[in-house]
């Protein structure tokens, strides 16, 4: 098994409950455990369209699934909550956002996902929960703790 880690946003609706179910529709795949969750994190939105803060959070599981097959997962989870990516305007509003963001030590570029994830070294709302669950994995000898310290600052509230 291999161990990966998710993130989860929203900012339409009820974000607290988009994230706990989608947490939930990860939890039914018998390919996926959940092994730990983060606290959820209220935070301002990246982006040039204005839209409310979101609710952030992150996920560490063990899964059977290949990277490609995992994002897959994650797309469909997405498609049934309501999300259309194909519609959507690019870093607007959303109902639920899955990412994956880094699969144990692996780095890949395919058509549906690149790993690690390109910006998420860039994005509290990204790191801060994720070093919460992995503070001490490694990318590219840099701590989620230490890659989080570096980007505090960027409006990320634990709620």
Known sequence: MADALISLGSNIGDPQAALQKAMH?????????IKKRSSFYRTTPVGPVAQDDFI????????????????????????????????AVRFGPRVIDLDLILYDDVKQKSDLVELPHPRFRERAFVLVPLAELAPEWRVDEVTLSELAARVRDQGVIRL
Request: charged residues 25%; negative net charge.
């Open 56 to 87: 952030n959070a992150a996920a560490l599981i063990s899964t059977l699934l290949q990277p490609d097959a995992l994002m897959q997962n994650l797309l469909d989870i997405e498609t049934r909550m309501g999300r259309d990516r194909t519609h």
């Open 25 to 33: 529709h990860l939890a039914e795949d018998p390919a996926i455990k």
